[in-house]
């Protein structure tokens, strides 16, 4: 699981709206709602972070152990063609997913470090974007931006570790220095 700082506040009180929407696109895929997906979309819209299919798996398995894999997966697709949950790559090579209910649109910043997001929103930057869009007649549906960096947390460790390695290189040097003597 990513650990996640997220600004946005998860409107968690009453998901009756969202599954009401899940429920309608399941209809319109001729599927059945059972107990198992109903538990499945619970958990994933309360949740307060991005999960790979398998973050979800151990969530809801602990709370109904005969959940399988690829009902969860299944699920998870389900819940993104009903315009419920996005896919996020935050650069480790697995497909994560987030509830829409979060937030509309944000962006995410990825320390390569430690692997932690931050979340954030720029009207500055909406507005950017869709004004590269319409120059090139596009009407924009979706954008993805991802800033990957060093957090401030493992910046300062790399420093003082920096510091460290500098201090004993110096007294190595300065044994050297004695031994030459
Ligand atoms: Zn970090
Ligand atoms: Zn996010």
């Given at each position: 699981m990513s650990k996640t700082e997220a600004p946005f506040q998860t409107n968690s009180s009453d998901l009756t709206a969202?599954?009401?929407q899940f429920y309608r696109h399941m209809q319109r895929a001729g599927l059945k709602r059972t107990a198992q997906r109903d538990l499945i979309v619970d958990v994933f819209l309360r949740t307060e972070d991005h999960l790979?299919?398998?973050d979800l798996y151990h969530l809801v398995k602990a709370q109904d152990?005969?959940?399988g894999q690829t009902t969860i997966y299944r699920t998870l697709k389900l819940l993104t063609e009903a315009g419920l949950a996005s896919e996020v790559r935050l650069g480790d090579g697995r497909t994560r997913y987030e509830p829409n209910n979060k937030f509309p649109h944000h962006d995410h910043m990825i320390c390569t470090g430690c692997g932690r997001t931050v979340e954030?929103?720029?009207?500055?930057?909406?507005?950017?974007?869709d004004g590269i869009a319409a120059e090139h007649e596009y009407e924009p549906k979706q954008h993805s931006l991802r800033i990957f960096g060093v957090c401030a947390d493992?910046?300062?460790e790399r420093n003082e570790r920096a510091e460290i390695e500098s201090s004993v290189e110096t007294h190595v040097h300065l044994d050297y220095a004695r031994a030459a003597k």
């Open positions: 969202e599954k009401d790979s299919s398998e152990p005969t959940i954030f929103f720029s009207a500055e930057i909406k507005r950017l974007l493992c910046r300062r």
